[in-house]
């Protein structure tokens, strides 16, 4: 199974950027979709998750400016991110509980990451 992100990028602040992430492999069913960040010398931090029901979590600190969404028949998440801000500037990682088959239990798999830049 992979996770392959895409999407990042340089951006003022202000500004919008998308990024997505498409599941690959064997897959009998994927739970819950996330995406992640992290700068350097720090953990990595959610940023926001959406459950197969729709279910969605955000980070404090993006509510109301970031946008979760996911297609299930496509094995995408999306993240469309809004008002960005340069504390916003880190890499991106997706990050996907996966059933591999059936009866077995989730796995985490992980994109390899995507930087992304907020600077004038």
């Known amino acids: 199974v992979q996770l392959q992100a895409s999407g990042g990028g340089l951006v003022q602040p202000g500004g919008s950027l998308r990024l997505s992430c498409a599941a690959s492999?064997?897959?009998?069913?994927?739970?819950?979709m996330g995406w992640y960040r992290q700068t350097p010398g720090k953990q990595r931090e959610l940023v926001a998750f959406?459950?197969?029901?729709?279910?969605?979590n955000y980070a404090d600190s993006v509510k109301g400016r970031f946008a979760i969404s996911r297609d299930i028949a496509k094995n995408t998440v999306s993240l469309q991110m809004n008002s960005l801000e340069p504390e916003d500037t880190a890499v991106y990682y997706c990050?996907?509980?996966?059933?591999?088959?059936?009866?077995?239990?989730?796995?985490?798999?992980w994109g390899q990451g995507t930087l992304v830049t907020v600077s004038s």
């Open positions: 990050n996907a509980w996966i059933r591999l088959q059936v009866g077995s239990f989730e796995s985490a798999f």
């Open positions: 492999g064997t897959i009998f069913a994927i739970n819950t």
């Open positions: 959406i459950n197969s029901g729709g279910a969605t």
